[in-house]
């Protein structure tokens, strides 16, 4: 019997799965270190990929935008110092650092901290910028994708003779970060922003994980096209890769599906049971959407999450819920520096209490309000794909912080705070032989579909 002990408020919650039934365990899989990232990150730019080397392309009185990601931007400018060697590369290639504009690029995630994160030092030699989408004034036009997004972006970046981006290749709600995406969502305005996001309704292949033929990714790459971004460092798990990001972003996605993801055969049952979950919506991002492309037709998702932060409040007309996250998106793009952490962290309370609301509405009105433009995208798209897994694959929701009349408002199919009564109710529809994969304890992984 393969045994996984959770730490929920409510006393100790065991996951345990009959050895028969276990076909597979996901996990967390280990990254050695394969230098300094200041070296790696070195080499990547000197021997980059579809392009020529980076010092190449840099010519003395050249104004340059370094747009760097929330995701790294402490790899950065903190302790691994990457920001203060590319730096002087650029000042030895004739680029000194009055001619450098750093741009913290973080789409509509806003830019709490960033400015301790990145740190003096690097912030001593450069002018900086926080990108707010939502401010108008700061955006420049440059036409449309070949899929119709209208594509504005930063116009301090846009003004640049070159712009290097320094982010990462990863998971994300639609398919893999990297690549041009410091461009869109990074630098771009709210309305290229919600245009792009949409795409997620336009194929089933706009799902975690997922590339190659993704739609909103082909769409992310036409805007880095557009305004002529070339050069992209990107960090892929323990890696580093660099180059003109066609080329270079697919190598990376290749290296973190081979490296980070784990490739499961389609399952009968899939257990996910991470160890601290108190938030729902934090807890099933994005792995309702890994779990649905590996719990086979007719299958069973049991999702085991504490939830015990979950509040329940109040039905309210859901245009309420809209505007408020519409604000609480509002006041974090606004928000630099460390400011002023109680206020924070409710409105990133706010922003959970929201997005839970919104998993409530059945996925045709969802779909309206995403195709209508309502509220803001980050949050309504996220809840539109997490309701189309929920009514995809049956999924059991083993939880202490909700109850079964609101779990089945949410759309599982059935509501328990034991895994021992989810267990035997999906051994009971499939069957006692059901195989199981499970991706529970303090290491939990992130599947990836063996037919992709």
Known sequence: ????????????????????????????????SLGAWPDLVRKAIEDPIGSPPLRELLRPGMRVAILLTDVHDAMFGGRDRVGPMLLDYLNAAGVPDRDVLLIHAAGLHGHADAREKIGPEVLGRVAYHEHDPLDEGCLTFHGATWQGTPVWTNRLAAERDMMIGFGGCGPSLFGFQGGAGIVLPGISGADTIRQN???IMNSGRVISGWWPGNPQRMDVMDAGDL????????????????????EEWPVAVEYVKENVLTRVAPTDVYVYAPTTSPELANAIYMQLEYASQVVRPGGVLIACVSAADHSSPPPRPVEETLSELAYATQQWNRDSGSG??????????????????????????????????????????????HRRCLERTRTFLVTEGIGPEEGAAMGFAYVTSSFEDALGRAFGELGDDAGVVANAGPRTGLPYPLDE
């Not at 002990?5 to 990254?31: K, S």
């Not at 323990?238 to 990001?245: I, L, R, T």
């Open 1 to 32: 019997m393969a045994t996984w002990t959770l730490d929920w408020r409510i006393g100790p919650l065991e996951v345990a799965v009959p050895d028969r039934n276990l076909r597979q365990v996901v996990e967390a899989r280990e990254q050695p």
């Open 197 to 199: 996001h949409i795409k």
């Open 227 to 246: 305004v002529g971004f070339r050069f992209k460092i990107d960090v892929a798990a323990n890696s580093v890769v660099a180059g003109y990001f066609r």
């Open 340 to 385: 002023d952490p109680a206020l924070r962290g409710h409105w990133r309370k706010r922003d959970l209490v929201c997005k839970e609301e919104l998993l409530r509405l059945p996925l045709e009105e969802l779909s309206k309000i995403v195709v209508r433009k309502l509220g803001e995208p980050r949050s309504t798209t996220m809840a539109w794909s």
